[in-house]
Structure formats: C-alpha cells, structure tokens
C-alpha cells in the first residue's frame, strides 16, 4: 500500500512573491502530509538510510511514531542522536544521505525523511513540550568547546547529555557559527537556530559569546589555567578566498562571507532599523556555484538586485550546490553564467566596480578531482556592468586558533590533522572535527564529526 | 554586557570610555583593538585600544561622532553598559629598543599612539612625539603623553595650542635635526599618507595603524581589504599595524568611504528622531 503513495512535494512560497520578502522559502508539511509521507516508509528490518545519516538517527523508530501521531516521542527519539533536528531538517543534503539509501528510492522516490524530521521538530518547539530525562549525573569533568557552529553545538551537546560541564566560547555575538552568519533566514530562519540553542542550554552548556580562543586564552591555557580537562575544535572555514585578480580590492566586491553575513547575522536587509547598511546594485554577480554561491545570487534579489548572475568556470554538471538549491534559484530567476570567469574588476574614479571582464572556458581532460578540467578559449574575453561582485569560491581555515596552539599538527593548507573517527588531534587533550579539518563541507558532516569526538572526548574523559 | 565605569567628553565630537572587561585588559597589548556593538540591532565597528588597566580589570577608548553608531554611543553615560566587546585583536605593535622613535597622533589617533609610546619607552627607545588636532579643544591627554615621551610637540590648524600648522611640518624639523630610527603614525588616513610621503625620501621605516571598515575583526569577512605592497591583507588580522611606505592609502581611502550615502541615511533618520534616542 504504502508504494502506491508518491512523495509528498514540499509546499513553498511563490517565486515571484518571495524574491520581495525574506521569509522561508519552504512551508513545511502539514499534519495529513507528514502522516501520508511517514506511510510510505517500509521500515525496513535492516535500515539502509542510517547508514546515510553522519549524526546516525534512528530514522525507522522516529517515522513509525510519526505514522502513529506520536510526534513528542518522535522528538525524543530524534534528539536522543540530534540536537538539532529543526537545522538539520532544513538544510541537510539528504539526497546524498539518509534518503540516498531508502530502498524505495531504487524503483521509487525515497520517503522525504528530512521534511518529516522537519515536521517534527517544529512540532515539539510549537507545541512546547520539552524533552524527558535531560537530568544526568556529573562527571565532574569540563571541556572547552571552541566554535559555537555545528561541530561545536553537537559536540557540546551530546557532551552535556554525558553528565559532562562544557563551556561554548564564541568568537561572535550570537552563538550558531554559519547557521547564523552564512545560511539566509530564507532558508534557515534564525529563530529556528535560536531555539536549538536554547535546547543546548537547557542540557546545561553555558555559552561565552564575543571570546576568540587565540586572543583571550590561548588553548593551552583552557588546559593549564582555566581548568578544562579536554578541548574541542570546531572553528570552522571562515578565512574567505580571493582569487588574486585586478581590481578585487574595489568597493562593491564582497566575500560571500561579508556579504551574507551583513545580511544574516546584522540584518542589514532592515537598514536603517538596524545599523549595519548594505549595497546592492541592479546587477550582481556571484562568483562560484556551491550552496554558499546560490545563497549569496538569492539574498542579492531580496536586497534589491534586478539581475543576479552564478558565474561559474565549470559547466552545469560540476555545480557543487545541492541540486533543490539550483533549482529555487532558478525559479526565481538567477542567471547562470557558465563555463565563465572573471579575469578582471574595472572600477570608477570612487574606486567603486562598474564592470567584470570575463573570459570564456570549455571542458577538457578529467582532473585530480575527476571533473573536467576547464580550459580558458583565447580571445572569448567579454565585458558586463556590474555592481557588486560576491566572491563564493570557498572559504580556508581561519588561523587564529590554529598559530596560537604549538603542537597542534597541520595539513599544507592549515587544516588539524585530526582522526576521522575520533577528532583525535597531535596534541594530548585536543580534539577537532568540522570545516577546520576538513576543508569547508555541510552542516551535517560537521555534526558527524562533533558527534563522534565527542564520544572520544567521553572515553578520555572516563577511561 | 560591559559597563561604562567613566565617560570623558573631548571636545564637541569625541568621548573617552573606560570600560569594565577584565578578560581583554588581561591580554590587551598596545597596538591592538577591540570590536564594539552599543546594542541590539547595532553595527560592529572597530576601536583601538587606548590604555588598558589589568589590576581594575578595565579598558580604554576613544572615539569621535563619525557615524550613526557613534553618535549613539556618545549618548552613554557612566554606569550604562555596551551590549558587546570583542578582544584584544589584531597583532600587536613589535616592540623592540629600536633607537630614537617618533610616535604621531592626529586627532582622535593620539589615543590609540599613546599605549605604543609607553611601550616604545619601557622598550628603551628615545621617544618623541607629536600629536595634532584641528584646535585647542580637540586635544586631550597631552599630559600622558608627556610623560612617557622624552620630547613632546604639539601641533593645531589654528595655532590656538602649541605649532601652528601640521604634524608633518614638525616631522621635517625633526629629521634635518637628528637620526630617527622609526617613526609610528596614527590618525586620520589623509595625515598618515603625508607622514609616510614625509618619511620615505630619507628611508625611515614608518609604522601606520589602519582602521579600516569591519565586521567580525577576526579574518572571517575581507571587508577590511587594504592594498599593502603587491599583497592583499586583512587589516583585522595581518595588522592593524602595516609598513606605512608600503600601504595604498588613496584606495584605502576610498574603501572607507563606500557607505557615506548610506551613513547619511542613517544619520538623518538619527535627526529626526530626536538625536538618537534608539528607539527607531
């Protein structure tokens, strides 16, 4: 019965109406949906979609409650693994994790796990229950958590459910790391981010907010002087790349980080009501084509643009950006400039940019990634006006942390060298897991790793 | 939430506050700066460190009514609290005994010159120092700076205290005088540009402080881009300190006026509101 049932789409706002607004894009499931959609899971004996899923939900268990109308306990058993189901719901990339693997996706379409956890996270904070036997027995021991984005609230988290005392130092305001700054509020309202926090206070994690770890204590003195047993660190991708053409250095060429956070975390769309203003001309062009760079070509409409462009080397297929991301900006009338890249910004006398001269590619020879290398074409140099360039070709490993800790081991690039299980670092007591040894990657995968040190920090604690 | 514990007001635009925060007095080192944000909704914008107090557990900042956001923080009085402060960040100045140093503040820069001036002379430098401003009322801490200098100058516009005329005219007079080894500029982006124009004919190594626009102050957004020789640097993180002779000050000018449109805006709705009660 339950294969006859198609997945259930995800209701949205209309493109035209929410290019003027930055409210969320995605509506979520309704009650009769979320039960339709929780129906045509098969719960299968051995679960394949678990395997998909970093932060490993009992993804079975939690549908079957569902199907049942038990949502408070479908809570339960989704936080029992995540703590923060809301986010994850919204901006996990299950197509290429838990729904990857559902069986009903070989013939079918996988159920819509994500939109039903969605569902049910929303449901618990609307409804306000809050979750049972958050009471453990303490440790008596303390960890330092450094960075309070995904790796850090994770990894915090499941910490404090270990009876553990964690102390989150934040280097911003507000904690939540990219769920605050770098995710639009259209797709990741910040109130949702928020009350996932409040959860993770609520298991008894304190937050010290607008402390850089480098600058107030150096890690070694988390260890030696402020009595922390063990350290995590999960300070993510923040050190935006350039890519070293003329003219980058012009007012109006903005780093994706800037850009996005401007907008997120200081609210800038609401200038002068809030204090932090923002410029956004008619044309914008957005340089790469990940998740970020759909956010930054999307946020850009909203703050005004009337042209938003992807401009992109590589062709369609490379796009890095999760393909229901392409797709919103695409309905709401992003243009994609591909197999192109700027060579050069031209400004005016205030130095602010007026134009990108771009250069045309092509594909060639698979490279050491395996896509297509792309291969500029002589003389397809083009010119555009533009206003404002966003600059979304990735983000490195801030060093703050990093150069103020002697014996932390490094990659080349300046990432920890950290064990992929365990977030096990060169230095006795030091963990870390998130963009800072990775490179920059999802939430999710972040959470993964906050997980699994966290269950390592639990054993050096304990053993 | 960090209180105010004493307000100065300098002049018609400018205020010294010296704030409780024992965690950034404890590790502020001269040349370093912190990030404020007055209140909910406000702007981050950077400020350097003044002085600092570790024993009081307090530290110290100037600033002048460039903006909105200032022009509201202005309005604090002793006793309110500044809703956020980030610190200490950025390098601090390298400090060594490098001979005879000439330290240069110019307006609300004579604040931040004055920690590097201590600590050039605890280093076992011959300090001189010069600080400017348009006028009279305008200069403060001439006493302080006094007495970490071995020689002081005092510049204004308009003759009403000390040299008539610019730091730089000093400056000139100085170097047919005597070697200097190192010379430090902190002030307006137009005074620094001339003292390095002034310095780099005779090769004299000059330090700048930039203050560029910011946002986070920890390398995480680029907006602090300044042009520093054939490099890009983030002001927040590789400075605030740079090799002045190598700085493109003319585009960091330019930089730092991206948002005068926007700044009026925000000014004229501040006006109109009764001169910045918030509560917009």
């Not at chain 1, 975390?265 to 923002?278: K, Q, R, S, V």
């Not at chain 2, 010159?113 to 076992?124: C, D, H, Q, S, V």
Request: hydrophobic share 40%; charged share 25%.
């Amino acid at each position: 019965m339950s294969l006859k049932i198609p997945r259930n789409p995800m209701p949205a706002q209309d493109a035209k109406e929410r290019i003027r607004n930055f409210q969320e894009v995605a509506l979520g499931y309704d009650e009769e949906t979320v039960v339709l959609e929780a129906q045509r899971c098969l719960q299968c004996k051995k679960p394949l979609c678990m395997q998909g899923c970093p932060v490993e939900v009992d993804i079975p268990d939690f549908i079957a409650e569902v199907k049942n109308r038990n949502y408070q306990k479908a809570a339960e058993i989704i936080k029992t693994k995540n703590s923060l189901p809301a986010v994850c719901g919204r901006v996990c990339p299950q197509e290429n994790q838990c729904e990857k693997y559902c069986i009903l996706g070989i013939k079918y379409e996988p159920v819509a796990i994500g939109r039903i956890e969605r569902f049910v996270a929303d449901w618990q904070a609307e409804h306000g229950q809050t979750d049972e036997n958050i009471n453990v027995t303490p440790t008596g021991k303390r960890v330092a958590v450094v960075g309070a984005g995904p790796a850090g609230l994770t990894c915090a988290g499941d910490l404090a459910k270990l009876g553990h005392e964690v102390t989150v130092f934040e280097a911003l305001h507000v904690p939540g790391g990219v769920l605050m700054y770098g995710i639009p509020e259209f797709r990741l309202p910040k109130k949702v981010v928020q009350r996932e926090i409040e959860y993770i206070k609520k298991l008894g994690v304190k937050f010290e907010t607008n402390s850089v770890i480098g600058k107030i204590h150096t890690v070694d003195e988390l260890l030696e002087e402020q009595g922390f047993d063990a350290v995590f660190l999960g300070t993510g991708a923040g050190l935006p790349y350039f890519m070293q053409i003329p003219g980058e250095n012009l007012n109006g060429v903005y780093s994706a980080n800037e850009f996005l956070t401007r907008t997120n975390l200081m609210g800038a769309y609401d200038f002068p009501i809030t204090d932090t203003p923002i410029k956004v001309g008619k044309r914008v062009a957005v340089i790469g084509a990940g998740n970020v760079a759909m956010d930054a070509a999307r946020t850009a409409l909203r703050l005004g643009a009337e042209e938003s462009y992807i401009v992109y080397r590589r062709s369609r297929e490379e796009m890095p950006a999760r393909h229901e991301e392409v797709e919103h900006a695409e309905e709401e009338g992003v243009k994609f400039l591909l197999l192109t890249s700027p060579v050069e910004f031209k400004g005016n006398e205030n130095g602010n940019i007026t134009s990108i001269v771009c250069i045309r590619y092509e594909l060639g020879e698979p490279d050491a990634s395996g896509r297509r290398r792309p291969v500029p074409i002589p003389g397809s140099e083009f010119e555009m006006e533009i206003d404002n360039v966003v600059m979304a070709i990735g983000q490195g490993p801030n060093p703050l942390v990093t150069s103020s800790t002697p014996g932390l081991e490094l990659t080349k690039k300046g990432n920890i060298v950290a064990d992929e299980e365990t977030g096990v670092t060169s230095k006795k007591g030091v963990f870390a897991g998130g963009d800072i040894v990775t490179g920059a990657a999802t939430v999710i995968l972040a959470m993964g790793a906050g997980k699994k040190a966290a269950r390592a920090i639990h054993r050096y604690l304990t053993e | 939430m960090y209180k105010i514990i004493k307000k100065q007001n300098i002049g018609e635009n400018m205020a010294l506050f010296e704030v409780e925060a024992p965690k950034i007095a404890n590790k502020a080192q001269a040349g370093q700066f912190v990030i404020v944000r007055i209140a909910e909704k406000g702007e981050r914008i950077p400020l350097t460190i003044a002085d600092y107090d570790r024993e009081k557990g307090t530290i110290t900042i100037i600033f002048q009514e460039v903006g909105c956001t200032t022009k509201k923080m202005r309005l604090l009085e002793e006793g309110q609290s500044i809703l956020d402060l980030v610190g200490p960040l950025g390098q601090p100045t390298e400090l060594e005994n490098y001979g005879t140093v000439v330290c240069i503040g110019g307006g609300v820069g004579i604040a931040p010159i004055y920690p590097i001036a201590r600590a050039l002379k605890e280093a076992g430098n011959k300090v001189i120092s010069i600080i400017g401003a348009r006028n009279k009322n305008l200069l403060f801490w001439e006493d302080k700076m006094r007495a970490v200098s071995d020689e002081l100058f005092i510049t204004t516009d308009d003759g009403s205290v000390g040299q008539k005329g610019l730091v730089t005219d000093v400056l000139k007079q100085l170097m047919e005088k005597e070697k200097i080894d190192r010379v430090w500029a902190i002030g307006p982006m137009i005074m620094m540009k001339f003292v390095c124009l002034t310095t780099k004919p005779a090769n004299i190594k000059t330090i700048v402080s930039l203050n560029p626009i910011m946002v986070d102050g920890t390398g995480m957004c680029g907006a602090c881009r300044v042009q520093v020789g054939d490099e890009t640097k983030f002001a927040c993180v590789d400075g605030p300190e740079f090799d002045g002779h190598l700085v493109d000050f003319d585009l960091a000018m330019r930089r730092l006026a991206y948002y005068k449109d926007e700044e009026k805006r925000a000014l004229a709705q501040l006006e109109c509101q009764g001169g910045g009660c918030g509560c917009h």
